[in-house]
């Protein structure tokens, strides 16, 4: 398979996924929290404008800058890294891009949107870690990682009674990373 095939095949499956997890997380949010409506409101407020927005940017600060020195310090962190530049190297930007859009709507919608009001902050962040297992199946660094990232973005779900700075935060971490393992590929 070359990766000019691997290419739309990863764009196709990563839309089916993260496409279904969308859908089953805006029906439990519907039917299940009736939380629909209510979590993607935007106050009016311009002060809890900025306060969402600053939530999310903080979140995404946070993130990057957990996974650089997760990178630095970890091997199997940086092993990770180079199975994700072969994987995304070759992808267009607007792959890239469609990949952190859809992952961030995806898992932030079923995770902090239908999943956490049920089952709180702590269970629903152990279930986004081990959503986030290596491609060895095991249980990893990445997955600890994941895991502080559930904490940090369902905190900013609770804090704001909104999904759009999780939202935000996750697409700015997932976009940062994939556009920069992207260029790494084109660099090696």
Request: glycine share 10%; hydrophobic share 50%.
């Amino acid at each position: 398979m070359t990766s000019k095939t691997r290419t739309p095949s990863l764009a196709r499956m990563s839309t089916i996924l993260y496409g279904a997890m969308i859908l089953a997380g805006l029906i439990l949010m519907r039917f299940g929290q009736n939380n629909l409506t209510h979590a993607f409101t935007v106050p009016s407020d311009l002060s809890e404008r900025v306060r969402i927005l600053a939530a999310g940017l903080l979140a995404a600060g946070a993130l990057l800058t957990s996974s650089a020195a997760l990178e630095s310090w970890n091997e199997s962190f940086r092993s990770l890294k180079k199975m994700f530049i072969k994987l995304i190297g070759p992808a267009s930007t607007w792959v890239a891009i469609w990949l952190a859009f859809l992952s961030s709507f995806g898992e932030e919608i079923l995770f902090r949107g239908a999943i956490q009001p049920s089952l709180g902050l702590l269970p629903t962040s152990i279930l986004f870690g081990l959503a986030h297992v290596g491609p060895d199946g095991k249980v990893g660094v990445w997955s600890f990682w994941a895991f502080g990232a559930g904490l940090i973005l369902g905190w900013t779900f609770l804090e704001t009674n909104c999904l759009w700075p999780a939202i935000m935060g996750h697409f700015l971490v997932n976009g940062v990373s994939l556009l920069a393992l992207q260029r790494q590929y084109r660099h090696r």
